[in-house]
């Protein structure tokens, strides 16, 4: 049974002078106890709309949410202790220190002093932040903010976490270090409802990935699940120069199943094949008669990007812009 589960939820919005924006548009999900579940879109597709639904921030226009059986638009006062938020924007009052943020959370919740106060210390101590905890926020650094967010959704040991975009702007150690607690949280029991735009951190962390485009899912499965779907192996080409970028993708059409994709810099060219060996071999020494020099050449598996691109027609690399459903929360407030 789901822990978790969406059914047919449509939101609209109507922005003031724009046509109206339909940013669920009967989406389902259905998510385990226990698991990691992840969402990816592009900008704008519905997900960060979805998880203001299910955190009872906004209401569905229509359908039915229910966590632990719990209606999610009727019931979010029996919603809201059994949760944990952390926005794509850390949530923190810069005046006060981190420990002090992580008491007050405490308090909000009823915890009572001495309870909060030891669940701060644990929680500072857990995401390494013993050192700054009596110093006040507005000087953490990015990392340190989100990792002070994150320990404040996490007061009250909920049972369903929901993370929009955790990692953004954390260096690759601070990301790891994230990684490390999301997953030791799902083992203790946890739920995990997770966005990002990193595709490698849901193919991390990620027991199944729903696909939103559009504000309805267009796929679901885990990481190998969606990744067998589009089929094929395939074979890239890093150029010594973009001068050799024509020849190469005339060779590439003759032994690929699928148009040659090249990279932004020209220099990385990339081919579905059907036999990757003997299709390597063959392109190798096809560019070699034509004296094309290459710094590398390989094959690879399909990566969630090439599912991102073939479900959704876009990388996700190229996809940069602010959340459409968000930015359009942002002109219905103002």
């Known amino acids: 049974m789901a822990f978790i589960e969406a059914q047919q939820l449509v939101k609209t919005y109507t922005p003031k002078g724009a046509p109206i924006v339909r940013a669920l548009d009967g989406l389902d999900l259905s998510v385990k106890q226990g698991t990691v579940q992840a969402l990816l ?13 299910l955190t009872t921030l906004i209401t569905p226009d229509s359908g039915t949410a229910t966590i632990d059986g719990i209606d999610v638009a009727r019931d979010g006062h029996r919603i809201r202790p059994i949760i944990g938020v952390s926005g794509q924007y850390a949530a923190v009052d810069e005046n006060l220190t ?15 002093a001495r309870q909060s106060r030891a669940r701060a210390k644990e ?4 995401f390494d932040l013993t050192e700054a905890q009596n110093r006040p926020v507005k000087g953490f650094s990015g990392g340190m903010r989100r990792r002070i967010d994150l320990a404040g959704a996490l007061v009250t040991r909920p049972r369903v976490l929901f993370l929009d975009e955790p990692t953004t702007g954390l260096d690759p150690r601070s990301r790891l270090g994230m990684w490390d607690i999301i997953t030791s949280l799902v083992g203790e029991g946890t739920t995990v409802l ?5 595709l490698e951190e849901a193919d991390q962390l990620a027991d199944n ?9 267009i796929a679901e499965g885990t990481s190998d699940q969606l990744k067998a779907s589009i089929g094929g192996q395939r074979v890239e080409l890093n150029l ?12 590439l059409r003759r032994f690929g199943t699928s148009d040659p994709a090249t990279s932004n810099d020209d220099r990385t060219l990339t081919v579905t094949v059907d036999d990757g060996p003997s299709a390597l071999q063959a392109i190798l020494g096809e560019l070699g008669a034509r004296g094309v020099r290459l710094y590398d050449a390989g094959m690879r598996r399909p990566t969630l990007d090439d599912v991102f691109l073939r479900l959704t027609g876009r990388s996700a690399s190229d996809d940069d812009a602010t959340d459409a459903d968000t930015s ?3 002109r219905e407030a103002s």
């Open 123 to 126: 929680l500072i101590e857990l």
């Open 209 to 217: 990935i729903s696909v939103i485009d559009g504000g309805t899912v």
């Open 41 to 53: 879109g592009p900008n704008g597709a519905g997900k960060t709309t979805t998880v203001k639904v």
């Open 328 to 330: 359009t929360e942002r």
């Open 240 to 251: 010594v120069s973009s001068d050799d970028r024509d020849a190469t993708r005339e060779v």
């Open 194 to 198: 997770l966005t990002t735009q990193y």
């Open 98 to 112: 981190g420990f002090e943020n992580l008491d007050m959370v405490g308090r909000l919740y009823h915890l009572g």
